[in-house]
């Protein structure tokens, strides 16, 4: 059975940093794109960062570049984010997803098939 489960999530303040973990089993991640989402109450689902299956291409919404950069550990079977200077707009329940068969590093929700629980990252003081 195909899984993916997050770790990471937290409170932290302001400017403050966190790594969300992204662990499959059931499968292994080498021939997924992985992407990061996150969905803050009342508002829809966005992408966060995706990671193409070999790493070798990232993509970032604007609002986290230069703050949050995407990994993954094929041999850990798990992706990560890092997540650096947050901002309270950061809140929101964080999900990992994957799409098989796909080598780019493309964001858009509907494309991505297997999701994780989501963890929930709270910034504020």
């Known amino acids: 059975q195909l899984q993916l489960v997050e770790s990471g999530g937290g409170l932290v303040q302001p400017g403050g940093s966190l790594r969300l973990s992204c662990a499959a089993s059931?499968?292994?991640?080498?021939?997924?794109?992985i992407g990061w989402f996150r969905q803050a109450p009342g508002k829809e689902r966005e992408g966060v960062s995706c990671?193409?299956?070999?790493?070798?291409?990232?993509n970032y919404a604007d609002s986290v570049k230069g703050r949050f950069t995407i990994s993954r550990d094929n041999a850990k079977n798990t992706v990560y984010l890092q997540m650096n200077s947050l901002k309270p707009e950061d809140t929101a329940v964080y999900y990992c997803?994957?799409?098989?068969?796909?080598?780019?590093?493309?964001?858009?929700?509907?494309?991505?098939?297997?999701w994780g629980q989501g963890t929930q990252v709270t910034v504020s003081s």
């Open positions: 997803a994957a799409v098989g068969g796909y080598w780019g590093s493309s964001c858009p929700v509907p494309m991505y098939d297997y």
């Open positions: 059931g499968f292994t991640l080498d021939y997924y794109a």
């Open positions: 990671i193409s299956s070999s790493g070798g291409s990232t």
